[in-house]
């Protein structure tokens, strides 16, 4: 299923004294199976950019197209096109309100009409897609748990609508570090192994090095740039004036590209840049012992 913004662009409060642009002439195609990372300086339009995956937003002009549909075509369903786009806003968890974990998580199901079997079996398969033992959490007020465990169960809110793809706006923020490589590792994994097409927000570069398969860079309401993480954090230049940087492991690169040391000038993981420096070291003529 795939997901066409076809020349976008959103005024906020047009017509008043207070219009401001926000998204300007927007062309852009997120594919079946994709993991994209939208990313750009805060103000840059990303959050108003995701709200009109799933029509929480109406374009002030051009179209939204999701799975071959105009979702603001005049008979459009937009209760069914938030079934099949998954919206997960920052902070998710100030939403949760039901008295326990199962209720929380069962929330959009039931309002689907869905049987009682129904609704059990996706509360269930969303609490092992977020890690979260059924028979430990399911009777626990969400408001007992950690942050990141709060967290996880907002997300499983949204899994049990079963989406097709899921849209998560800077999903790590404020947590710790343990909590953060648990949702990241869990958002990995969604997409990998259940091959959900995932569209991220984030500031963090070396967050996404790993996760995502293309970025979209933006800047000032407009796309700058899109290209694959190895394509995109070779544009150093670029990055910056967007107001972000690269991964840690790609400015290494550079700096040490700089030094004449001669490694590929793509590198931007962690695993390529020991295995480049290893690979040189033993080219010098030294050996592993």
């Known amino acids: 299923m795939s997901i066409t913004l076809d020349h976008v662009s959103y005024v906020y409060s047009q017509g008043s004294a207070f219009e401001r642009p926000a998204l300007t002439d927007i062309c852009l195609t997120i594919e079946d199976g994709e ?21 929480l937003l109406r374009p002030s002009s051009g179209r939204v197209i999701v799975d071959g549909e105009d979702i603001n075509a005049e008979h459009a369903d937009r209760r069914q096109l938030r079934q099949k786009v998954g919206l997960v806003f920052q902070y998710p968890e100030y939403q949760l309100f039901e008295e326990t974990v199962a209720k929380d998580i069962a929330f959009g199901p039931r309002n689907q009409g869905l049987d009682p079997d129904e609704i059990d079996r996706r509360v269930r398969l969303a ?4 890690h979260l033992d059924y028979q430990k959490y399911a009777e626990r007020s969400p408001f007992e748990l950690s942050g990141g465990q709060m967290r996880r169960v907002a997300i499983a809110g949204v899994l049990a609508m079963q989406p097709k793809v899921l849209v998560l706006d800077e999903p790590a923020a404020g947590l710790d570090p343990r909590g953060r490589d648990r949702i990241l590792g869990m958002i990995k994994e969604m997409h990998e192994t259940r091959g959900v097409t995932i569209v991220m927000v984030s500031h963090s570069m ?9 970025l979209i860079v933006m800047r000032r309401g407009t796309i700058a740039a899109t290209g694959t993480p190895r394509e995109m954090f070779q544009q150093t230049a670029l990055m910056e004036e967007a107001g972000l940087g690269v991964p840690a492991c790609a400015r290494l690169c550079h700096a040490l590209r700089e030094k004449g040391i001669d490694i590929p000038a793509d590198l931007y993981t962690q695993e390529e840049m020991v295995a480049a420096i290893l690979s040189r070291w033993k080219e010098g003529g030294h050996h592993a012992e």
């Open 35 to 55: 993991f994209v990372a939208l990313v750009g300086h805060t103000g840059c339009g990303k959050s108003t950019l995701v709200q009109h995956l799933n029509g």
């Open 127 to 130: 609490m092992e897609m977020v």
């Open 206 to 214: 070396d967050d996404i090095a790993s996760l995502a398969t293309r």
